[in-house]
């Protein structure tokens, strides 16, 4: 014997079916709402009753949780009824299903990155709307988030010891979001890393990325004069320069002994050829 | 009356107030609705000709309700103008209804059909749908197969209408010959046997199929060109082809080939290159005048793929010449000889800017990030790509085939790549649910292994789907018990990275066992007894990068507490306590390119493992000692050398030879041999939980459990309490059936020997029982490697009646993650 729910659904009365699907709707039954709604949908399709529907099927996938569906008819609402007075609200609807769907950074970032996207085309499509500024303020919290994961993925290299990798990451994550709020710490963690990139290098590399280190960090003294990083800073900056006159020592030892001279060379073409960097395994826990 | 709106003037489009909207040519759609969708408003301004009447025209369509759309001009007047919208209305498909093939064959056609429902039904909807169909059969060897349609009304809704589709296949056709015209250098034969998947019906044909399949032939056709140019006939051309028909089942092939003559390569001059001198790309390239030449072969070389990666493309890619390309320019070409100028590109050097991980739903960037090669700063390099990739599928969570690097964001001016590492998360978690029989009795086996736990996140009750998830360790539960007689539970957590900092390996396991046939009784009562083994052990380890860095050391701590009351005579005491506190130090070397099947790559392991030598301090008499006091605390050390090797024989074959050898030695004469820890050898290598004393069980197909006792030994398989020495060498052949992501299917036969010796001085490598077999292993992601067995071993066993006749064995979940059984 089939249920009640099930002769509904069974049966071509799709006025009573529709107006079922709504009273469940109201009800907050949105499964059942949505098993009748999806029947609906394609039969009403061009006719008068059909945005309507549309519009209840929408938010139906969204109560259910299911942001994936609810985007893309959201979405599709707004672009088949431009005219309607609810497809305002559906292209912001569609935008905030991406917002809801975007992970914490650690994760893959497309429907951050997606959601950004929708909500840009929203402020675009209705400038005047009062959700502009929800939007704009969404819009702030995902490019939050990929900063945050940009940050935290350069400072991963730095953790586990790949100092030139962190460097070249930090300097990119820079250039993508000029206006971080971790550009300070981010601008320290440069130069303490390309410092520990030279002193991790073998000798006759290390005048030359000592020198960057420096650079680094006058850049640094430069700009954040007032920084609780300043005295680390100069700590690294007086580091180096006491490391480019080791290094240069050991170069003219190196010289007068031509044998210490040439395994140098060797040494330093096998490690151009094989994997770079040229970073010898030291205890980076010594330097720090 | 009304006229199309190209009827205006393109050169000038003109403003126009829209008067009014008419709609024309429907049926069951409503008008107004219609008129909505077209998005036309009265009184709004419209630009025509122009793209407004384009986009009415496409929103109509993409409702998907019309076969055609007009958009007409009734009237102008003035600058008002007035529309009509001219639609042709069709039924739509509420459902196929296929007749004519087998419900299984309905399930295929209709999942390449797509859901047509919803469509409308026109001409295009019916050459589709008969096409789609006659290709899958096609494809099948069908090549006769009918499509006839007929739409009917559906009863259920009036605007509506079923489609019923009625399929006859026909026969299957078969090729009966194969004949070559224009062919001298090549024989009849060779030819043939450049087609793969075109075959004639004869016997000798076992692999492959025999069936006529147009799109296989048409490959064939293009390959038989190459393999003939491959030979240095670089002029080999297909003349014709013709299929035809020989009979109702089968049809004859014939070609006519044009063979040329054959050339050889010439003098070969380079230009472009400014890294590598011509004398080092001379000896890369492998080719010298003289040599058959072969268009195939010199791409190879210079392009790559080769198997051993030594192609000048692989010296330039694994070098940050990203950009490289060669050219090789046929200057001249006098009677058979080909002279080349291979002109190269080399580029900019290209050093790596960012790298990025997509698709990593579940596992968090740290984990994926700390194991890439690839890092910001390094030229770039494709070997380094490829071995990150490798070592992104050993972490077990993304699908290996999909993983899948690529450089992108080239920049020629600065001289910068990104590399985007697409990853594809696969279901890694495994539940393992058993029922056996152990010790003559019912053992039923619960486990759960989570292998991307995320304990940090364990009170983060946001982070539960179902289970923290994403940091790349590893949990494992399991419990095993037969009721109140045995009971057994573990429990193992490991952190590939412990700290962060460095690839550290953190384990830490624990286990209590119960077992008791008599513990109901009173404790006062000579029926009761109990025993409890209480372990814990913590292991370290570190990856290497010196000689290589494949290799791994590991250092664990292991102590294990025994607990006895009455027990009986299954131990060494009745009643009484024991310790086996051991410090174990594991060197090993893997490169297997594959955990669960692999092809390439070898598995190699050093452990030396110990315990205090108590027997120096302890001042206890060992010559007058009793069992309780001589094995209060257990002193032995212990020797193992495994290695494993994986070589691709030919296609998918795979060879795995094995090594394997064991010594248990003491310290001290006086207190001897250890009873614990010892190897036991034979049969399927499960391991076994009535053995109390931590012995070793070593797999030997063919024989059966723990028989394989030392020669003019008196034991056997029931009371053999381990030996000292073993060795053991397999010879297994692997081939797969099925290698998917949601499961793995290999066949194997195998060849091994191994024995056991009571002492390192009867210890002789080539004296071992012997035996040869076959079997399959099946792994499917939720349950671990499965696998069964058949031996048949060749040597008599004294005392064990039914050595040297066929043995099953069936195992669970060994052979995974540098299991050596």
Known sequence: CKSKFEKLKASNDNARKYKEAIRYYNKKDYGKALELFEILVPRYRGQEQAEDLYYYYAYTNYKMRDYTSARYHFKTFADTYPSSTRSEECRFMAAYCYYLDSPIFSLDQENTSKAIEALQLFINLYPKSDRVAEASKLIQNLRDKLEDKSYANSKLYLTIGDYQAAVISFNNTLRDYPDTKYAEEIEYLIVKAQYLFANNSYETKQEERYTSAIEFADEFIEKFAQSKYIKTVQDYKKDSEAGIVHAKNWMTQATLNMKAAKKAAEKDSVNSQSTPPSVKDKNPELVN | ?821
């Open chain 2, 1 to 821: 009356k009304s006229l199309s709106p190209d009827s205006l003037s393109y050169l000038n489009p003109k403003d126009y107030i829209i008067g009014g909207i008419t709609v024309s040519g429907t049926k069951a759609l409503d008008k107004d609705v219609l008129i909505q969708i077209s998005k036309l408003n009265k009184g709004d301004r419209i630009n025509l000709p122009g793209e407004a009447n384009a986009r009415v025209i496409k929103s109509m369509y993409e409702q998907g309700l019309f076969d055609d759309v007009q958009l007409n001009i009734t009237s102008i007047n003035m600058d008002t103008i007035y529309l009509e919208i001219v639609v042709d209305e069709r039924p739509r498909l509420s459902r196929l209804h296929i007749t004519g093939i087998r419900k299984g064959e309905i399930e295929d056609v209709q999942k390449k059909l797509n859901d047509k429902t919803g469509k409308i039904v026109n001409q295009n909807l019916l050459n589709t749908t008969s096409g789609i169909i006659k290709r899958h059969f096609n494809e099948k060897g069908y090549l006769n197969t009918t499509v006839d349609m007929k739409p009917k009304p559906d009863p259920a809704d009036s605007n509506n209408v079923i489609l019923d589709v009625i399929v006859d296949k026909k026969t299957k056709i078969k090729i009966n010959s194969i004949t070559f015209e224009g062919n001298e250098a090549f024989s009849q034969k060779k030819l043939k046997g450049f087609l793969k998947n075109t075959r004639t019906k004869k016997f000798y044909n076992i692999f492959g199929s025999k069936k006529f399949k147009q799109d296989k032939y048409d490959e064939d056709k293009q390959t038989l060109v190459e393999k003939m140019q491959a030979e240095g006939y670089r002029d080999a051309q297909l003349v014709s082809d013709t299929v035809s028909k020989h009979d109702e089942k089968t049809v004859d092939v014939k070609m006519k080939v044009f063979e040329g003559h054959k050339y050889y390569f010439g003098n070969i001059t380079w230009s472009g290159n400014a890294k590598y001198s011509t004398a080092d790309l001379v000896k890369i390239l492998r080719i010298s005048k003289g040599d058959v030449f072969s268009e195939e072969e010199l791409g190879k070389r210079l392009s790559g793929p080769t198997p051993s990666n030594d192609d000048v493309s692989s010296l330039y890619l694994n070098n940050g010449y990203l950009t490289y390309n060669a050219d090789p320019v046929q200057t001249r070409i006098y009677n058979d000889t080909v002279d080349l100028d291979i002109r190269i590109t080399e580029g900019p050097l290209y050093t790596i800017s960012k790298v990025i991980v997509k698709g990593n739903d579940v596992t968090n960037d740290k984990v994926v990030y700390r194991e890439i090669r690839t890092k910001p700063g390094q030229p770039f390099n494709k070997e380094l790509l490829i071995r990150s990739t490798r070592e992104l599928s050993q972490l077990g969570s993304f699908d290996e085939q999909k993983t899948e690097p690529r450089p992108t964001n080239i920049n020629p001016s600065e001289g910068t790549v990104d590399i985007v590492y697409n990853v594809v998360e696969k279901p890694s978690d495994q539940i393992e649910l058993s029922g056996g029989f152990g010790g003559g009795q019912l053992v039923g086996t619960l486990g759960l292994t989570f292998n991307n736990f995320s304990l940090r996140n364990i009170f983060n009750l946001k982070a539960y789907r179902p289970l923290p998830k994403g940091d790349g360790q590893k949990l494992s539960i399991r419990g095993q018990s037969s009721g109140r007689t045995y009971q057994n539970f573990s429990f193992t957590f490991s952190e590939p990275w412990l700290g962060g900092k460095k690839p550290i390996f953190f384990s830490l396991s624990a286990y209590t066992q119960g077992s008791s046939t008599g513990q109901y009784f009173a404790k006062t009562d000579r029926r009761y007894n109990n025993l409890r083994i209480n372990g814990i052990g913590v292991t370290l380890g570190k990856r290497l990068n010196w000689p290589d860095n494949y290799f791994q050391l590991n250092y664990s701590l292991n102590f294990d507490h025994y607990n006895l009351d009455n027990y009986g005579s299954a131990y060494l005491f009745s009643t009484g306590t024991s310790y086996n506190i051991k410090l174990t130090q594991e060197l090993s070397r893997n490169s297997i390119d594959a955990p669960i099947y692999p092809t390439t790559g070898s598995n190699i392991k050093f452990t030396i493992q110990a315990t205090p030598p108590y027997s120096l301090f302890n001042n206890t008499n060992y010559r007058i000692a009793t069992p309780e006091e001589r094995y209060k605390f257990v002193e032995y050390h212990k020797w193992k050398f495994d290695a494993q090797w994986f070589q691709t024989l030919t296609g998918k074959l795979v060879l795995m030879s094995q090594v394997r050898f064991g010594f248990l030695g003491y310290y001290n004469s006086k207190v001897g041999q250890s009873p614990f820890e010892r190897f036991k050898l034979g049969g399927d290598g499960m391991q076994s939980y009535q053995f109390l004393q931590g012995s070793e069980i070593i797999g030997l197909r063919g024989y059966q459990n723990f028989s394989v006792v030392p020669v003019g030994s008196g034991y056997n398989a029931s009371n053999n309490p381990g030996s000292v020495v073993f060795n053991k060498y397999t010879l297994e052949l692997r081939h797969p059936v099925i290698a998917s992501q949601s499961a793995t299917i290999f066949l194997l036969a195998f060849a091994e020997g191994g024995n056991t010796w009571n002492n390192f001085g009867e210890y002789n490598p080539f004296n071992v029982r012997r035996s040869v077999g076959v079997g399959a292993r099946i792994f499917l992601p939720i349950f671990g490697l499965l696998g069964l067995d058949y031996g048949y071993g060749f040597d008599r066993i004294p005392g064990a009646s039914d050595a040297g006749k066929g043995q099953f064995h069936f195992s669970i979940s060994q052979s995974l993650n540098g299991g050596f059984n």
